[in-house]
Structure formats: C-alpha cells, structure tokens
C-alpha cells in the first residue's frame, strides 16, 4: 500500500513538473514587429549648400571657428565686420575694402581656397592685452582702426605671401611672421613699410 502511494506521489509531481508535448506548437513563431518610428527608414543628412561658382575662397576666423565666403562682392562690408569683430568686446568696425581686395587677388591665383583670418578689428581693450604680452604689437595699431588684417592662405608660406602682397603693388604695411605659432602676414593700410616678426 505504501509503494502504492509513493507511485502515485511520482506520478502527480511528474505530471507538473514536465509539460505536455501535445500542447507545445512546433511552428516558428512570427518576427516580432517594429514600430512604425523605428521601421520608418532614417532621413537622409540634408546636402552640403552649394558652392557659388564666382566664390574664390573661404573666409575662416580662427579663434571662432566662423566663416564666409569671399566673392567678387562678398562678404558684406556688415558682414566682414561681424567676421573679424573684436573677440573680447563682441565690437565691430567696418574693414577697409582694400584689405578684402588682396585677399580676392591671392585667392584668384590658385582657385577656391581657405584663408583663415588670425586678427581683424581689435577694441582698444583687446590691443592693450596683447601688447603687455608681445612686443611687436603697436600701441596706435591699424587693427584698432579696421584698417588691419592678419591672415594665411592654405598652401602658402609667409614669405610667399609677403611677396604676392608686394607684387600687386601694395602701398601700405606689410609684415611677415614665420614663428610655428604664427605664420601669417600682416596687411594694413596704413603708411607704406615693411617689417619681420620677431
């Protein structure tokens, strides 16, 4: 009677414990559906804006990473200023429209290029600043008129630029500077010199 019960304890356990084949569907279940959100496929990245065709290079402020592009008739006079504005006041002055007209001719001479423009308008604040710092930097600078611009062109030493600058006939300043952390020329004008960084 005893090993009676015992088979029948077995046999209730074993029919919890272990599931009934008959009731397990042996086909696949379904792939699970997306969303409607996440099956909709990604938009594309909008497209780069187009090159004007008469644009003859990319203006680049250094410090602010801002830029715009320089055509026959751009950027804006507002528009140049706001781009090389004072970096520690935010104030801007117009730039002499000479000093954009060089950049026209050297970016002329070697099709769309960037030219990044190290120095623009300096508030009277920002010149003092540098001028305790470097000794190069003049008290009554051209920079602090609009009058003034410091720049490279991607691809060309400072020495080449000097010479490009002076080969147009420049009447005004003129400075190279070749240091690693410099490497640009300076254009002003001002009246007519020359001079090297030091």
């Known amino acids: ?35 409607a959100s996440a099956s909709a496929a990604a938009p594309p990245p909008p497209p780069a804006p187009e ?11 250094i410090h602010t990473g801002e ?3 320089l055509g026959p008739t751009t950027p804006t006079p507002e528009r140049m200023a706001a781009l090389v504005a004072d970096r520690i006041t935010g104030e801007a002055r117009p730039i002499a ?11 002329k001479k070697r099709g769309f290029v960037r030219i990044e423009l190290v120095s623009g308008y300096r508030s009277q604040k920002l010149n003092e600043q540098l001028r305790k710092k470097e000794h ?6 051209q920079h602090s008129l609009g ?23 420049w009447k005004g300043g003129i400075g190279q500077y070749d240091k690693a952390e410099d490497r ?9 010199r020359r001079w090297r960084g030091k």
Do not use: Q, W
């Open 1 to 35: 009677m005893g090993t009676t019960r015992a088979l029948a304890s077995l046999g209730a356990l074993a029919a919890v414990c272990v599931p009934s084949y008959a009731t397990i569907d042996p086909r696949p279940s379904p792939p699970a559906t997306l969303s």
């Open 51 to 61: 090159v004007p065709a008469d644009a003859l290079a990319r203006l680049v402020n």
């Open 67 to 69: 830029s715009a592009l």
């Open 97 to 107: 429209p000479r000093l954009l007209d060089v950049l026209r001719a050297l970016a």
């Open 136 to 141: 190069r930097v003049a008290s009554h600078s």
């Open 147 to 169: 009058h003034a611009l410091d720049f490279r062109v991607e691809g060309m030493t400072p020495k080449e630029m000097r010479k490009e600058v002076e080969a147009l006939g």
């Open 184 to 192: 640009f020329v300076h254009v002003d004008v001002g009246p007519d």
